[in-house]
């Protein structure tokens, strides 16, 4: 049951602001919308109505009752334009949203591409532009992170079988095989990596990167970009355990300088707009290398809301042109653990999705 709101704050806006958030895949490859929910549900000085939106019915985050008010299946975003905003403009008219948060490198495009069409609608995005966004393309990291300070490993881009053979016998096992938007895994023969070359293409297609691998310590850092060369929080962790997809279960919140000096480099060189992950290993002599610019919120953003930065509340809030609180510090040693949670009732809600598309 979803709990009742506290009094609006901002009655200006007539109403309570609704939000709507894709990426509610809560499985073992998790996206962030469940975790963005709950950091939306538990500002009480900000309260929000949440919409889910998913791409396939059995997305756990549609039967979170107590995270989402209403639920809607979407058309894919490589379906037609029109049919993708028809979508949209029926949940505005049933509803009434005020922003969008999307989570999906795949979707971004869309949605990056149509921001002045949905503000026409009234809603909100918080989102870099497409030159923004393009600096994120896994194939020209290197070029990239020299801009801001950072190192890159020695990276491949195949686009053959024949160019992965080459590749991995200028790079020498073991090394990281990656899909152009999602999944990377390490690999220690050319046989495991043709294992993984094959699905990664039929899913993701073009190009697959080759990465040499950096020992060290694996850093990640969270925040939201004002577009301005600013930002409005940073958050940087320390990963104790992962995945075999490199998602992370548990981690420790640190103070990295360094890190954090090259995430303000990237936003002032950038001038980024909306949320962002930087994924990076510090070796043994201290040198920063970066392994991927995420231009969304990362799975573990609820970890930044826990620790008393919370990243999706104060987007929203700058999206729709709301006065934000001073950024707060956050403390180093905070332990974050993910675990599995299993759901128990009655069908009728799968095929009231199923049938009607909505909840």
């Not at 009094?7 to 975790?35: E, F, Q, S």
């Not at 979707?107 to 393009?134: D, H, V």
Request: hydrophobic share 40%; net charge negative.
């Amino acid at each position: 049951m979803i709990c009742p709101l506290a009094p609006n704050p901002y009655p200006h806006l007539m109403k309570y602001p609704t939000i709507a958030i894709t990426g509610i895949n809560a499985v073992d490859n998790p996206g962030p919308g469940t975790g963005i929910a709950r950091s939306l549900r538990e500002n009480p000085e900000f309260p929000v109505q949440i919409i889910g939106l998913a791409y396939d019915a059995m997305e756990p985050g549609l039967y979170m009752d107590w995270l989402f008010d209403r639920r809607y299946i979407m058309p894919y975003p490589s379906a037609d334009i029109e049919v993708f905003m028809d979508r949209i403009q029926q949940i505005q008219e049933e509803f009434g949203l005020d922003c969008i948060i999307p989570n999906f490198d795949v979707e971004l495009p869309l949605y990056i591409r149509y921001a002045k069409e949905l503000e026409a609608l009234g809603i909100r995005t918080y989102l870099p532009n497409k030159a923004q966004f393009s600096l994120r393309n896994k194939a020209k990291l290197a070029e990239v992170a020299q801009n801001f300070g950072l190192l890159t490993p020695e990276t491949i881009v195949v686009t053959s079988p024949k160019e992965l053979e080459e590749a991995t016998a200028k790079l020498k096992f073991p090394l990281m095989i990656k899909g152009p938007y999602y999944k990377a895994y390490r690999v220690s023969s050319q046989g495991e990596a043709v294992q993984r070359f094959y699905p990664l293409v039929a899913e993701w297609g073009y190009p697959i990167i080759l990465q040499k691998i950096i020992t060290g310590i694996e850093l990640n850092l969270v925040g939201v970009g004002d577009g301005k060369g600013g930002h409005l929080g940073l958050v940087a962790i320390k990963k104790m355990g992962v995945t075999e997809l490199g998602k992370i279960w548990s981690g420790l919140t640190i103070h990295h300088p360094g890190l954090i000096k090259a995430a303000e480099k990237f936003l002032q060189n950038t001038q980024w707009k909306g949320p962002f992950e930087l994924e990076c290993i510090a070796d043994q002599d201290g040198a920063i290398y970066l392994l991927e610019i995420n231009p969304r919120f990362p799975a573990w953003t609820y970890f930044a809301t826990g620790v008393g930065i919370n990243l999706p509340s104060r987007l929203v809030q700058a999206a729709l042109g709301l006065p934000l609180s001073p950024i707060e510090a956050y403390s180093a040693g905070k332990l974050f653990m993910r675990y599995t949670y299993e759901l128990v009732m009655d069908a009728t809600p799968l095929q009231t999705l199923v049938s009607q598309g909505e909840r």
